[in-house]
Structure formats: structure tokens, C-alpha cells
């Protein structure tokens, strides 16, 4: 039998404890919301109708259960209000003498059976548990934010909390429609343990200017499916709590850099901009509390270069100033490549009502390719995106080369080979010598670097990356890689380009990983890294990271998706690249690979697919 919960008392109400009382009250039981001083009490209690009468005006909650749910919630300034309650959990502040002042208080005021639980993001409880006279029933509840929303709720049990508490613990969260998973006291547990390193790199790509923030955020949720990008969730998180996680996560776990929090953060923090309770951080909100971002002196103009018209001129090194130069005119594309990435390329150009030139090695690649693209137009049509008359003119548009002399007067050319350094510097080499000047030269590569092309060539200043994504008529994000020989022409022309393809391209620079892999790989390193230790399980770290933070896949079923080998190639590149000791490839990641253990593709990665 497990213990019945009729009151708790939440102390603080924050961003994250104002959810905490929604959650607790939608779902029956009794709150007293305890906060330190009136003004703060009015705030949190703003906090609560603001997201219930939210919930109620998106048709989520009815009228009369969003008064019941008001009516469960007592306010009050001050500790001692939570004399008779069952369980107190605080979501103050994330400093540890702050937290450490608070439990002693609570211990005394608290009746001697009440659970105490914080919602710590990164402190550890055993620290805080021993501030009270029964460490036995003090147990870390982390909630995720929003707290209504999101599913998971994170039970840490330290070495001396008792386990009829915990099972009082799990009870109770199934009781509040969540999914637990119980882990010990480290710094982060699962989800901040992966999440913050990322958001921190975010933050560093972002102060270093390698992309602005609506492109990195971009990049990450179309590119990887995520729910916001990271300076978006940043906001959310609050800047302020942001820092001290991960400076508390630098201190407790290992000084790993990677935590080390960027110094922008700090700036401003102490600028006062917190994210969207203050009404800005990197973006800028209606009012504080909002989540409507409202145009700032950051935000891009919205007038697209226009595509018609211009002429190409050179201007010597790549600037940032391609929203100030004209695209070129491109109605003609050459692609070279007969594999997955170029089929899917030489479909997305057609499909918009480009003329397309495709070279491969030979007739043979050639008629592979056509079945392929004929192949998928004919599941559009199947699926009712494209008319019969559509896909056989964009079929109609393709023109089937195997020569790269039929380059000569196309306006773009997107190389599409295989990814090694010295085919593609030899193929940019031939096609300096056939194309007609000032058309654009792109690579898809997804880990060479993109000067070493340009170099290859008399023009470096119309080479670009352009990154699609796989499957690419699919996937709508396209990485525009610009070098420190890039014209902003060519920026510009890329840009045009992916937009007339329908998908939005980020400018970044020529760097491994561009944005999403560099933002990408680590997080899945680190999981990998922490299955290693023994910390949890692959199915609760998935589980903590698509129910926590909302994404798409868990880290080891992405993995086994995208093919350990090519993880383990990236997250090399990576590490080599940067010399970030984080970066090390995981042991685990490597053995696996060599016992030949490559995820779906082979039937077996951290999961066995052969079995159902
Ligand atoms: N923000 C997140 O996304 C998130 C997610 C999960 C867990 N957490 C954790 O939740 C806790 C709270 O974070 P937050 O982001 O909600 O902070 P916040 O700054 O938004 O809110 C903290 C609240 O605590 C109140 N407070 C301060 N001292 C108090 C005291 N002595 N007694 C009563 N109330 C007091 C403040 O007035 C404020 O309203 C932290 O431990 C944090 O790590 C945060």
C-alpha cells in the first residue's frame, strides 16, 4: 500500500512552480502555494491563471475544471502554512544555501511524516537532504517545463532516502498522468546531463556569430525535429537558472568545459535579461511571461532577395552582408552524383521547375537514378501531392548525362559524390575548367571542408556548401555553408535558391558539423557515455528525452537510425577538429562499430531489430 496524498504545499512559484501547483491541482489534490513576499505571490499567482486560462482558451480545459482546479490552490506568504501538508516540494532559486536554509525551515515546520522533495535541476539532494533531521524522506521530484505539458518527472533517490518513499514517490507521479524514471543523485540526471552541454554550445555558436539565433534554432527543429530550438528553450528555461545548472553541473560534474556556462550567459543574466519571464533574453516578447516573440533590432527583414534580374559581380572575401547582395538568375542546375543525396536533390530542383542536368559515372547510374526519381514522384502522385501531368514534367525536365561537358552553361551545380576529400577537389578542378563563369559551385558534403573545394578551383568566391538533409524532397532544412572566400552573391543565390526549393536555409560557417551535427553528435556521445556508466538504460534515457524534452526519437533510437558507423565518423571529425576533450568519441560507440553492431541497417545496434 502506498500513501495517500491529499495536500502538498509547493514552495515557490516560478516558472517552474506555478506549473507544478497546475499539475498537483488538475488532478485533485489540495496546494498551498508558499511564496516569500506578496509582490512574488501576485506573480506566481499570475503565473497560474495566465497558463489555466491559456489551457482553457486553446479548448484544453473546460471553465468550470479551471475554477475547481483555482479553488484546490491556497496562497500564502511564508513556511509556516505548510504545517499540516503531506509532501512539500520547493522549486526555488537553484542555489544550494538557499535550498539548504529552506529544508532546514521546513524540516521544523512540516509535520515529521510530510516526504520533502525538491525540483533541483542539477544540486545535489543528498546535499540538501542532510540540512534536515530526516534525510530518509528527502527525495528530488524533478519536474520538466512546462510542467502540465511534459510527461516526465525524474524520481532521485539518494543513498539514504527510503524506499517506501520513493514507491510513495512513483505512486504518486502515475497518479499525476506522468512517466518516472528513478536514477541516484548526479549532477543533471539523465535529461540535463545531455541537454545542457548542447544548449551551452548553442550559446557559444551563437556569441562566436557562426550563425544568428532564428538560424540555429531553425536548424534544429527542422533538421532534427525538435520542439524549439535551443536559445528558444534557453528563453524558456530562464537564463538565470540556466547558469547556475550548468555552473552547478561544470563544479559537480568533472569540469568538463562543455559546461563551463559561455560568458554571454552571464552578461546577461546580469543585464537582466532572463529569457521570457523579463520579456527578453535572445529573443524579445510581447510583455514578461509571454511567449510571443515580437520582432527586435536582431530580427531578419523579411524581403527575400529577389530572384530575378541580378547580375553576378565578385566581391573579394565572404561577408555577412549577403542580405545586402543580389542572387543570381539560376534557372538551369547541374547535378553530379548518382547516390541517395543527389537522387533526392535532382528530384527536390525538378519538382520546383528547374531544368536539370544530371551527370553521373555512366548509363548504367543514369538509368538507376530515373527509376529512383520516377520511383518516389510516383509516391507523391499515389499520395495525392502531385498530379500525373506534374510529375511528368518535372520527369520531363531532367535532362541524363555522362559527361560533365553538358555543365557548360547551367547557372548552379551541386556536387553530390562520394564524401572524400580528393574525388571532390579533382571534380571542382574540372568543373572550374567547364562551367561558364559566375555560376555558383555547390558540395553536400556533410564533414569536408568546403575551402578545400573552393581551393580547388580559380573562383573560391562562388563556392558554398549546400547541406541537404535525407531524404531531402522530405527533409525542409538545407545548411548554406559559407567559406572565408564565399561572395555574399553566393550567399545570396543560395539562399533565393533554397527558398524557391521550399526549404529554409541557415547560413553558417565552414565549420565540422555546420550547425545541426555539431549540435547534434555530442548530445548522442554523451548518452552513449552515460549507457557506459551504467547510470541508467537505453529505453529510460529515450524515454527521459522524448518525454521530457519533447524530441522526436531517443538518443539510441536515433543512433541505430542514422548507423553507428556514421555517428562514430562524425563525432571523429568533430573531436579532431576542435580538440575538445568531450568530444572523445564514446569506447562504447567504437566497439560496438567494430563488432559490426550498426544499428537497423545491420539488424542490431543498442537494440536487437531482428527480434519484434
Ligand atoms: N526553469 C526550468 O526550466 C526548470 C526545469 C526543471 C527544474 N527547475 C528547477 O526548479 C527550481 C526553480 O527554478 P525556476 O526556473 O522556476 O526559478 P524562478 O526564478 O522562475 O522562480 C523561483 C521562485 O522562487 C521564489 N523564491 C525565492 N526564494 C524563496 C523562498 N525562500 N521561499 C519561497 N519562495 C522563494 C521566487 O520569488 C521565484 O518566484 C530550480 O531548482 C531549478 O533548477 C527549473
Known amino acids: 500500500m502506498t500513501r495517500e496524498f491529499t495536500s502538498v504545499g509547493v514552495v515557490g512559484l516560478g516558472t517552474m512552480g506555478a506549473g507544478i501547483v497546475e499539475v498537483f491541482a488538475r488532478n485533485g489534490i489540495d496546494v498551498v502555494a508558499v511564496e516569500i513576499s506578496d509582490a512574488a505571490l501576485d506573480r506566481g499567482r499570475a503565473n497560474l491563471t495566465g497558463s489555466t486560462d491559456r489551457a482553457v482558451a486553446r479548448g484544453k480545459l473546460a471553465e468550470a475544471d479551471r475554477d475547481a482546479l483555482l479553488g484546490r490552490v491556497t496562497f500564502a506568504v511564508g513556511l509556516d502554512a505548510l504545517h499540516s501538508v503531506d509532501l512539500v516540494i520547493e522549486a526555488v532559486p537553484e542555489h544550494l544555501d538557499l535550498k539548504q536554509r529552506l529544508f532546514a525551515e521546513l524540516d521544523r515546520v512540516c509535520q515529521p511524516e510530510a516526504i520533502l522533495a525538491t525540483n533541483t535541476s542539477s544540486l545535489s539532494v543528498t546535499e540538501i537532504s542532510v540540512a534536515t533531521a530526516r ?306 559551385l555547390a558540395t553536400t558534403t556533410s564533414s569536408l571542408p568546403v575551402i578545400e573545394l573552393a581551393m580547388a578551383t580559380q573562383r573560391p568566391a562562388d563556392v558554398v556548401g549546400l547541406h541537404f538533409f535525407n531524404p531531402a524532397p522530405a527533409m525542409p532544412l538545407v545548411e548554406i555553408v559559407r567559406t572565408i572566400r564565399t561572395s555574399a552573391e553566393t550567399v545570396a543565390t543560395a539562399q533565393a535558391v533554397s527558398a524557391t526549393l521550399g526549404k529554409t536555409g541557415v547560413v553558417c560557417g565552414d565549420r565540422s558539423g555546420f550547425i545541426v551535427n555539431a549540435l547534434l553528435f555530442p548530445y548522442l556521445n554523451d548518452a552513449v557515455r552515460m549507457l557506459e556508466a551504467s547510470y541508467s538504460t537505453t529505453d529510460d534515457i529515450d524515454h527521459a528525452m522524448k518525454l521530457g524534452c519533447g524530441y522526436p526519437m531517443g538518443p539510441f533510437e536515433l543512433l541505430d537510425v542514422v548507423g553507428l558507423d556514421v555517428a562514430l565518423a562524425i563525432q571523429r571529425e568533430l573531436y579532431l577538429e576542435l580538440r575538445e576533450p568531450g568530444f572523445a568519441p564514446a569506447p562504447l560507440l567504437e566497439h560496438l562499430v567494430t563488432a559490426g553492431y550498426l544499428g537497423r541497417k545491420t539488424g542490431r545496434g543498442f537494440r536487437d531489430h531482428t527480434r519484434r
Open 135 to 440: 534525510p530518509n524522506q528527502v527525495v528530488g521530484i524533478h519536474f520538466f517545463n512546462p510542467a502540465p505539458v511534459m510527461k516526465l518527472v525524474e524520481v532521485v533517490r539518494t543513498v539514504v532516502t527510503s524506499a517506501d518513499v520513493v514507491a510513495d514517490v512513483e505512486a504518486l507521479c502515475k497518479r499525476l498522468g506522468k512517466v518516472d524514471v528513478t536514477i541516484s543523485d548526479r549532477a543533471g540526471f539523465i535529461a540535463n546531463a545531455l541537454l545542457f552541454g548542447y544548449l551551452n554550445h548553442a550559446v557559444d555558436l551563437f556569441e562566436s556569430r557562426y550563425a544568428t539565433r532564428e538560424d540555429i534554432d531553425a536548424a534544429m527543429k527542422l533538421g532534427c525535429g525538435l520542439p524549439m530550438g535551443p536559445l528558444a528553450l534557453m528563453d524558456l528555461i530562464g537564463l538565470d537558472t540556466a547558469y547556475e545548472i550548468l555552473d552547478t553541473m561544470y563544479r559537480r560534474g568533472g569540469r568538463d568545459r562543455r559546461h563551463a556556462p559561455v560568458p554571454l550567459l552571464k552578461q546577461m543574466v546580469t543585464a537582466g535579461l532572463l529569457g521570457r519571464k523579463s520579456g527578453r533574453g535572445f529573443y524579445t516578447y510581447e510583455r514578461p511571461g509571454s511567449p510571443k516573440v515580437v520582432p527586435d533590432e536582431q530580427t531578419p527583414t523579411t524581403t527575400e532577395p529577389a530572384v530575378t534580374g541580378a547580375t553576378l559581380t565578385k566581391v573579394g572575401i565572404g561577408s555577412a552582408r549577403s542580405e545586402l547582395a543580389s542572387p543570381a538568375v539560376v534557372t538551369k542546375v547541374g547535378i553530379v552524383g548518382s547516390g541517395t543525396m543527389a537522387t533526392g536533390i535532382i528530384e527536390v530542383f525538378a519538382n520546383a521547375g528547374y531544368e536539370v542536368v544530371s551527370v553521373t559515372r555512366g548509363a548504367e547510374q543514369s538509368a538507376k537514378v530515373f527509376e529512383a526519381v520516377r520511383t518516389s514522384l510516383n509516391k507523391g502522385v499515389v499520395r495525392g501531392r502531385l498530379s500525373e501531368a506534374d510529375r511528368d514534367a518535372a520527369l520531363g525536365r531532367i535532362n541524363w548525362s555522362a559527361t560533365l561537358d553538358h555543365l557548360a552553361d547551367v547557372d548552379l551545380v551541386v556536387e553530390s559524390v562520394v564524401e572524400e576529400l580528393s574525388v571532390k577537389k579533382a571534380l571542382f578542378a574540372s568543373l572550374d575548367e567547364t562551367c561558364k563563369p559566375g555560376v555558383v
